[in-house]
């Protein structure tokens, strides 16, 4: 699955409210995992998420971080999807959205 269909099915929500929003915990999440689990750079991230720019990307993941510091609902979140995402492919092949890698966006640059 991919990670913004992950964090969808682990905050009930539809993947398009998520690529669309704004802010939220869920779009801190999907760059945290694109991150962290999925190994994406933030091009691909902020392309994810329909971010303007990968420094925003950049600074959802810090949001994020200090978070999950603070907030046991959202680790205990971030814990889910990561179970969820480890039982299908190895790290680094977590598409973020459907048909999009880091490899697929690299080779286009």
């Known amino acids: 699955p991919s990670i913004v269909a992950t964090v969808a099915r682990t905050f009930g929500v539809d993947a398009d ?3 669309h929003g704004h802010g ?3 779009r ?9 689990e999925g190994m994406h750079r933030l091009r691909t991230i902020a392309a994810a998420l329909r971010l303007r720019s990968s420094g925003r990307a950049s600074d959802l993941i810090r949001v994020c971080d200090a978070e999950l510091d603070r907030e046991p609902l959202l680790r205990i979140a971030a814990d889910r999807c990561c ?5 299908s492919p190895p790290p680094g092949l977590h598409p973020i959205v459907p048909g999009v890698t880091s490899t697929s966006t690299s080779a286009a640059t």
């Open 17 to 19: 409210t998520i690529r």
């Open 24 to 26: 939220g915990p869920e």
């Open 28 to 36: 801190m999440l999907v760059a945290w995992l694109g991150c962290y």
């Open 83 to 87: 179970d969820l995402l480890r039982g």
